[in-house]
């Protein structure tokens, strides 16, 4: 399993971070430096026109279509607040514009906007545990 910390064959070209707060997952996000690419798997979708009607349905009914963005379901699944607060501030240290999400398109541009838009929900209740 990996956690915050690099393989040292991959340490000078990629970071890691854990993405804590959510039992029974081991998402582990990653920065690519030289190409400025988050690289995540759950962490968000971005499902756009491209995609099958029924999948482009799905995605607006969860509110995460068209953009980088968890869906609601995200919100059900935290279970500690505070440590997926502190593994996503973290991550959004990073500077990166791409985003290469497991589920949708590649986001060129805007990504770490989008991304912290998204987890605004969580990012912005500082006073919540």
Same mark, same amino acid.
């Given at each position: 399993m990996l956690g915050d910390d690099p393989e040292p064959a991959w340490a000078d070209t990629l970071e890691q971070v854990r993405l804590d707060g959510i039992p029974m997952t081991n998402e582990v996000v990653f920065f690519h430096r030289p190409s400025r690419s988050?690289? +995540?798997?759950?962490? +968000?979708f971005n499902i756009g026109h491209e995609s099958p009607f029924l999948?482009?349905?799905?995605?607006?009914?969860?509110? +995460?279509?068209g953009r980088v963005s968890p869906t609601f379901l995200e919100r059900l699944l935290v279970r500690d607040r505070v440590a997926f607060r502190d593994s996503l501030?973290?991550?959004?240290?990073w500077p990166f514009e791409r985003v290469v999400v497991a589920h949708g398109q590649v986001s060129e541009h805007g990504g770490r906007e989008e991304l912290t838009r998204g987890y605004g929900w969580v990012l912005?209740?500082? $006073?919540? $545990?």
């Amino acid at each position: 399993m990996l956690g915050d910390d690099p393989e040292p064959a991959w340490a000078d070209t990629l970071e890691q971070v854990r993405l804590d707060g959510i039992p029974m997952t081991n998402e582990v996000v990653f920065f690519h430096r030289p190409s400025r690419s988050l690289i +995540a798997s759950d962490l +968000a979708f971005n499902i756009g026109h491209e995609s099958p009607f029924l999948t482009r349905l799905a995605f607006r009914m969860a509110r +995460a279509f068209g953009r980088v963005s968890p869906t609601f379901l995200e919100r059900l699944l935290v279970r500690d607040r505070v440590a997926f607060r502190d593994s996503l501030k973290r991550i959004l240290e990073w500077p990166f514009e791409r985003v290469v999400v497991a589920h949708g398109q590649v986001s060129e541009h805007g990504g770490r906007e989008e991304l912290t838009r998204g987890y605004g929900w969580v990012l912005n209740d500082e $006073g919540r $545990g």
